[in-house]
């Protein structure tokens, strides 16, 4: 960056670099919980029968209503009101407590994407109108790299030891163990 810029357009092209992983990453997360994903997941070839003998539309069937339960305002009873046939219920105590995390993790992050995305927008119109089109790039970049280090980090930490990184993204972010099944 340039010595002489201001230091209120050095402030915003560094707020702009961190929120472009923000919503980089959150977008990611917001298009793979949608139905069309449910879709495509269930009906391509080769996925996995269920152990438990639910057909592909009573899985994508399910999957959509809980879709819907993640995104809408409506209590646990949403899902814990939802019977078989035979009367007997859709979802333990156990799983209604885990989506309950599941909703509050997944609606917090929701908040989190919009407030970022709406930072990007106030920052890249202060960056382009304070600093022109050269320190918008430059803020843009460094947001890009720093989401490619955040995802080169996540892989590895995967990739060297999925069970402990899932169990601490797990304690993280759900209450109890209503995760552990």
């Not at 449910?38 to 639910?54: H, I, K, Q, S």
């Not at 646990?76 to 939802?82: A, K, S, T």
């Not at 920052?123 to 955040?150: D, F, P």
């Amino acid at each position: 960056m340039n010595p002489s810029t201001p230091f209120l357009m050095r402030i915003a092209t560094i707020l702009l670099a961190v929120a472009v992983p923000v919503v980089l990453v959150l977008t990611s997360v917001r298009l793979v919980f949608t139905p069309a994903l449910v879709d495509l997941a269930y009906r391509t070839p080769g996925f996995p029968e269920d152990p438990y003998g639910f057909t592909t539309e009573d899985r994508v069937r399910h999957a959509k209503i809980d879709l819907e339960y993640l995104y809408n305002d409506a209590g646990p009873e949403f899902l814990g009101d939802l019977r078989f046939e035979d009367g007997t219920p859709v979802y333990n105590e156990r799983e209604i407590r885990h989506m309950v995390d599941v909703k509050r993790v997944f609606q917090t992050a929701l908040r989190v994407w919009g407030a970022a995305l709406t930072a990007i927008v106030v920052l890249a119109l202060i960056v382009w109108k304070g600093g022109g089109a050269a320190l918008l790039k430059q803020g843009l970049h460094w947001g890009s790299k720093a989401t490619l280090i955040a995802i080169g980090a996540v892989t590895v930490a995967l990739v060297v030891g999925f069970g402990v990184f899932f169990v601490a993204f797990h304690r993280v972010f759900f209450v109890g163990d209503s995760w552990l099944f």
